[in-house]
């Protein structure tokens, strides 16, 4: 199972960049393996983010908690 992030604490900031971590069943959670994507602003270059990089892992956490969630109103 993936490391678990405070609800309360949904992005935190690292060297001037934020990170966001992925909602799966409810909790926010970093990529199983801890890797992460750049994210970049593509007219400049400039760094927006990193983003988790959750990969098969994450998908395979996140469709059995998606097929169980109610239908949309």
């Known amino acids: 199972m993936s490391p678990t992030i405070d609800p ?8 001037g960049d934020t ?3 992925l909602l799966i069943g409810g909790s926010w959670r970093e990529a199983s393996d801890g ?5 970049t602003n593509p007219a400049t270059g400039e760094l ?7 990969g098969v892992t994450a998908i395979n956490a ?3 908690e998606a097929a169980a ?3 949309p109103r």
């Open 62 to 64: 996140a469709l059995p």
């Open 35 to 39: 890797a992460t994507f750049a994210v």
């Open 69 to 71: 969630a109610p239908p």
């Open 19 to 21: 990170r966001y971590a």
């Open 48 to 54: 927006l983010s990193h983003v988790p990089d959750g």
């Open 8 to 15: 309360g604490t949904v992005a935190t900031t690292t060297l």
